[in-house]
T-cell receptor
């Protein structure tokens, strides 16, 4: 297992375009999280899945954002009609939740989005 | 609103010294506490977790937790220039996702 994978690593897009990011979690992990991080700030929670069910969405997640995790495996995060304020690092993390947990999250390398 | 507070720094320490990083949290029922290290331009990396009051040691790192004071700290002994990074405190309450602080930037001067 190579850890959490995110694709692409970098994305530059024009304002108003749609973008989609992909995250492949650690296979044994049943929870998958999306966070957003801007310069000088800590990661801010966006949404998370337990298996294929989306359990919580942050108020930060406007209706331009949508996330899916079909079949409880990889996840996608789509941003429609991008705005300059969407420029950030989008981080995916996964974790295992069991009776012994919770455990810390393992983060992917992130997707850096720049909206021009 | 659950909050995690950290001094943003920078915290500068000489090589070989002890670096002390502090974090306070607002949710009294928080149960699990984590320290992540983040190098510039990279993603956070888990370095310590602590669940019970007291100290937990792992190599040069010691995490300290005081739930009564809602305070968690990270000590780095024999600090090295390679320890220069931003250290993020993160807190778990029940079944909710981790809440992160803004991080403290540590600079270890050779």
């Amino acid at each position: 297992d190579t850890g959490v994978s995110q694709d692409p690593r970098h994305k530059i897009t024009k304002r108003g375009q749609n973008v989609t990011f992909r995250c492949d979690p650690i296979s044994e992990h049943n929870r998958l999280y999306w966070y957003r991080q801007t310069l000088g700030q800590g990661p801010e929670f966006l949404t998370y899945f337990q298996n294929e069910a989306q359990l919580e969405k942050s108020r930060l997640l406007s209706d331009r954002f949508s996330a899916e995790r079909p079949k409880g495996s990889f996840s996608t995060l789509e941003i429609q009609r991008t705005e300059q304020g969407d420029s950030a690092m989008y981080l995916c993390a996964s974790s295992l939740l069991d009776r012994e947990g919770p455990y810390g999250y393992t983060f992917g390398s992130g997707t850096r989005l720049t909206v021009v | 609103q659950k909050e995690v507070e950290q001094n943003s720094g920078p915290l500068s320490v000489p090589e070989g010294a002890i670096a002390s990083l502090n974090c306070t949290y607002s949710d009294r029922v928080s149960q699990s506490f984590f320290w992540y290290r983040q190098y510039s331009g990279k993603s956070p990396e888990l370095i310590m977790s602590i669940y019970s009051n007291g100290d937990k040691e792992d190599g040069r790192f010691t995490a300290q937790l005081n739930k009564a004071s809602q305070y968690v700290s990270l000590l780095i002994r024999d600090s090295q220039p390679s320890d220069s990074a931003t250290y993020l405190c993160a807190v778990h309450s029940g079944n909710t996702p981790l809440v992160f602080g803004k991080g403290t930037r540590l600079s270890v001067i050779a």
